[in-house]
């Protein structure tokens, strides 16, 4: 399918009504897949790669790079499946893309369900850190960067192998030149002049945060609450457990919370 002239790869598993999902800042549509396989025995999930990313069109250029642009692109992807309503769910720069969309597009959402929230109307506080990781694959290119980032995490964080090889799988899937363009424009969205544009949303929405993470303000996500006083945030040790068990653990979140809100529905059985 395209959008904006672009290629947008995309992929659907699981039977029943749909959930559209979008990706994170250097993530790819397989990640998304192993997250939510949890809901995949009641929900028909479609994941998509996000321009510029894994095998969608790379892109070079920064100003396709605009949020509003890449929201609309979630447009296209309900609008090639045939979808007039859907559940929809991002992740950190998805998370941005998908709410966009849902702002844009209201009576397109049945349910809202945002993971680490990075983006919203004031400046991420992780800027250097996505410049100098821009830097570092511009100046060694991207399997070099790779071992450099692993060598760092497990000195600085002891991070197991489950994660450091979930990271590998996210980001060695790009473009070296396109993902070098996605760090450095990314980086510096502002979505909102003020978060209050969010309180219009009225459809159920979910929040997973995290601490101790300054690419994933904690602070975003609960200023988020203050605005949709009908979301629910729910918390989980770090932004590890994203990784670890091939995040399955966001699957059995999104789960519960929209069995609570009546929005699961029971396993699909053989006839």
């Known amino acids: ?37 949890p809901l995949a025995d009641r929900y028909r999930i479609i994941v998509y790669d996000q321009r510029g990313h894994n095998d969608s069109s790379p892109v070079t250029n920064p100003s396709l790079y605009n949020p509003d642009r890449m929201a609309e692109d979630m447009r296209a992807v309900m609008d090639a499946y045939h979808l007039d309503r859907a559940i929809v769910q991002g992740e950190s720069m998805g998370a941005a893309t998908t709410l966009l969309f849902t702002l844009k597009y209201p009576q397109r959402a049945s349910a809202l369900l945002l993971t680490g929230p990075a983006f919203g109307d004031s400046s991420n506080p992780e800027i250097p850190m996505l410049h100098q990781m821009a ?31 979930a990271i590998h799988a996210m ?60 979301a629910r945030l729910e918390t989980i040790p770090s932004v590890a457990h994203v990784f670890l068990n091939h995040g399955a653990i966001v699957g059995h979140i999104y789960a519960r919370f929209l069995a609570e809100t009546r929005l699961l529905h029971p396993p699909q059985t053989a006839h």
Request: hydrophobic letters at 40%; a negative charge; proline letters at 6%.
């Open 135 to 165: 830097m570092e694959i511009e100046q060694y290119g991207l399997q070099q960067y790779m071992k450099m980032s692993e060598e760092r995490m497990r000195q600085n964080w002891n991070a197991p192998d489950e994660v450091i090889e």
């Open 1 to 37: 399918m395209y959008s904006d002239g672009l290629e947008l790869v995309a992929e659907s598993f699981g039977d029943g009504p749909p959930i559209v999902a979008a990706h994170g800042l250097s993530g790819n549509r397989h990640i998304t897949r192993r997250q939510l396989q």
């Open 171 to 230: 980001q060695g899937a790009h473009q070296e030149r396109s993902l070098v363009t996605a760090l450095e424009t990314v980086k510096d969205w502002l979505i909102f002049d003020d978060l209050s544009e969010i309180a219009q949303l009225t459809m159920p929405v979910c929040i997973i945060g995290w601490p101790n993470d300054p690419l994933h303000p904690l602070e975003l996500a609960r200023r988020m609450l203050d605005y949709l006083p009908q």
